[in-house]
């Protein structure tokens, strides 16, 4: 164990040890917090009667303050631990929870909320002044952190396994508001809302870099990679509402500006001389988006509900990047760092952008022509136009003695379009005692058409064509019925069937002129169907009054059809899953209750390019099965304390190694958690909680590396005044 990691582990033992002196404090805060003005007993004496009762029984709080402390003793993988349970896994603390609320004049009211957290970054605050006969202003702050592991992938033949210098990764998100309201009485209510968002921090990637290390069995993608992102957004939003006569009616206005400069961070061949590089590719988006909007709610009497609403929607973007190899993150671009015997593909220089407009309208009736009947039948139309150009220089590095470069400047043009109507009708009918029924029809035509050139910028010359037109028909039914037999039992049936046809006619397109060994994708595809069958049961049982059962049942099927060029169709794909839920609670005496709770999930998917080749496991069939267990138990042991205690199981056993043919990526793990609180009401105004929790996570897919074993020490302090 070198320096670094004692120092680490020592701080995290101090922090785990103030922890347990802080609860300890706690549990024996009572005697400290015992009023210094009232009478004592000597030892062997009777505690003095109190001859009137105190006023705290009878004290309404609104207010109150939370004060919290922790720390994690943690052995393995502490970034798997934090993506897992959002803690920083060390000690953390702070401001929990805090609320003020005073009284302004007769109807007014000023509030404060607030929290902040040290070593999670998690902080809030909150102000607030309203009067429902004026209006409001509000303000607040938000801050919060998601913790990321940059794993990559274990190769179990030669036991390889990669690793970023730094793998807890975080991001951070956050916002910052204002908004203000006018709701004078009989008079348009006016709202307008001021926010900044942004995102910052890295987080992993799923797009992994390559290496050959593996011990003959050739490339595999299990170098871990990241994204560093820069994200910001301003939005502005302007409404106003009113009533004439029977009729709600508003207008709204949105604007939002948003800036973001991220990349995608990729090491490939790591440690592998003639090879080792690293790819930066840089993605900058800046968007400009306006929107308007109206609504109408009209009660044209007490059968007939009418709805109307619009929105247009203008969208323009700037894009800026490129995808460049060097020594290092964030190169420049040198055609001579081209390794011997390799050839990478990148660009520099981009620039372009798109506009987007679109507009949408709905209309929506509801109807109660009869007792126990409701009707609503609704329209959507929606019509989008897209246009962008994109310009970049593509970089070809070539491989020999001279590493010959080649910079060819490229222009992509685009534009597509697409016209969608929707109709839907639901029925609900509740005129049976003890049932309600209810069915929904929904059907979607579309249509589009997509038009891409790309051109060298310099000489003209056109290197691709592609129009494609493009129609799709959906539909989806659902029908359902609940029953109420008895006050202690209920019963909830649901199925629902869904039709997606997806047809496509190349009316030029480049790529379908290849010989049939090259790539033709998309020109390829012709046809698409998916269609989905679902159907779930619910059962809710009370056979005591003292206990309740849920049941659940769900069962989905989905396939995808797909039809090729000069081929018949082929089932590209079948989904199976089978999802079982069944919870209890029991209450067997007045200070204890049980519950628990056991899911099941077996999802397997299957394709025919499993069976593609013969005696080998290139491409596996998925299984996502699973399944998770949670047991929680509360027990009063007095008036003024309660213990709660809370175990919870997950296992997935989908792992099979077939590193011989690929990389495998199917889930293997096992998690256990345990925890223990002891919650005291020390006052009616003070309560006191400590808390211990065990975690251990055992993960097959990673061969262990992302294995951990935690302890966790909490405490807590609400004061209410």
């Known amino acids: 164990m070198n320096a670094l990691d004692r120092r680490s582990n020592r701080r995290q033992q101090i922090a785990l040890v103030t922890s347990a002196l802080f609860s300890a404090g706690l549990i024996s805060w009572p005697a400290l917090a015992a009023d210094p003005g009232a009478p004592t007993a000597a030892a062997g004496d009777k505690a003095p009667a109190l ?164 011990g003959g069995f050739g490339a595999r993608g299990i170098v871990p990679a990241f994204r560093d992102m820069d994200e910001e957004r301003d939005i502005f939003a302007a409404d106003v509402k009113h009533k004439l006569g029977n009729t709600d009616l508003g207008v709204g206005l949105r604007y939002e500006f948003s800036k973001n400069d991220n990349s995608l961070n990729i090491r490939r061949r790591p440690n592998e001389p003639a090879a080792d590089r690293v790819l930066t590719q840089r993605e900058g988006v800046d968007t400009d988006m306006f929107n308007a909007h109206a609504f109408t709610e009209t009660r044209l009497n007490e059968k007939v509900l009418v709805t109307t609403g619009y929105s247009f929607t203008t969208l323009d973007t700037d894009i800026s990047g490129s995808r460049i190899y060097g020594a290092d993150y964030d190169p420049i671009y040198d055609p001579l760092f081209a390794r011997r015997q390799q050839r990478d ?29 409701a009707i609503v039948p609704s329209l959507r139309v929606e019509r989008q136009d897209q246009s962008g150009v994109a310009e970049f220089v593509e970089t070809n590095v070539g491989a020999g003695p001279a590493f010959a470069a080649a910079a060819e400047d490229l222009l992509n043009l685009r534009e597509r379009g697409f016209l969608d109507v929707s109709q839907s009708l639901e029925a609900r009918y509740a005129g049976i005692t003890n049932w309600t029924f209810y069915a929904r029809a929904e059907l979607l ?197 309660d213990l709660q205690a809370q175990y919870f199981y997950y296992r997935a056993d989908n792992f099979e190694d077939n590193s011989q043919f690929s990389q495998p990526y199917g889930v293997g793990a096992e998690e256990h958690g345990v925890t223990a609180a002891i919650i005291h009401r020390i006052r009616k105004n003070l309560v006191s909680t400590v808390k211990y929790g065990y975690f251990r996570n055992e993960d097959e897919t990673s061969g262990g590396h992302n294995n951990y074993e935690a302890h966790l020490v909490y405490s807590s302090l609400r004061y209410s005044f």
């Open 51 to 214: 001859e009137k009762k105190s006023d705290d029984s009878t004290t309404e709080y609104r207010n109150w303050f939370d004060v919290s402390v922790g720390g994690v003793l943690l052995q393995g993988d502490k970034a798997a631990y934090q993506r897992r349970y959002r803690l920083p896994g060390s000690a953390f603390g702070g401001v929990e929870s805090f609320h003020y609320e005073q009284d302004v004049g007769k109807k007014g009211l000023f509030s404060i909320d607030g929290r902040g957290i040290f070593d999670t970054d998690d902080y809030a605050l909150k102000l607030e002044l309203s009067n429902p006969d004026i209006g409001y202003l509000r303000a607040g702050y938000k801050e919060f952190r998601s913790w990321y592991d940059g794993s990559g992938g274990y190769f179990p033949r030669n036991g390889q396994w990669f690793s970023l210098s730094d793998e807890e990764l975080s991001l951070d998100r956050g916002e910052a508001w204002f908004e203000g309201g006018l709701t004078l009485p009989d008079r348009p209510e006016l709202t307008f809302r001021y926010s900044h968002q942004f995102r910052d921090g890295r987080k992993d990637s799923t797009i992994w870099g390559d290496s050959n290390l593996t």
């Open 345 to 373: 593909e990148g660009f520099f220089g981009l620039t372009g952008g798109a506009q987007i407009k679109q507009h949408v309208g709905n209309f929506n009736l509801m109807l109660t022509p009869w007792s126990g009947w």
């Open 445 to 641: 035509e579309g249509e589009g058409d997509l038009m891409e050139r790309e051109l060298e910028a310099t000489t003209g010359v056109v290197d691709l064509v592609r129009d494609t037109d493009s129609t799709r028909f959906t539909q989806k039914y659902v029908a359902g019925a609940n029953w109420y037999p008895h006050r202690r039992l209920n019963l909830g049936a649901q199925y629902y069937h869904k039709i997606r046809e997806n047809s496509y006619d190349h009316v030029a397109d480049t790529t379908s002129n290849v010989p049939p060994s090259s790539n033709r994708y998309p020109a390829f595809f012709r046809d698409q169907n998916f269609e989905t069958d679902d159907a779930n049961v619910r059962v809710t049982l009370r056979p005591l009054d003292s206990v309740t059962l849920i049941s659940r049942y769900d069962f989905q099927l989905s396939t995808i059809e797909t039809i090729g060029d000069y081929l018949d169709p082929v089932r590209s794909a079948e989904a199976r899953s089978h999802i079982l839920s069944q919870s209890m609670t029991w209450t067997p005496l007045a200070r204890l209750f049980l519950q628990g709770s056991l899911n099941y999930v077996w999802d397997k998917t299957e394709s025919p390019t499993a069976q593609s080749v013969p005696g080998t496991n290139l491409v596996l069939n998925v299984d996502n099965s699973y399944w998770n267990a949670s047991a929680t138990a509360g027990y009063a042991l007095t008036d003024k304390t």
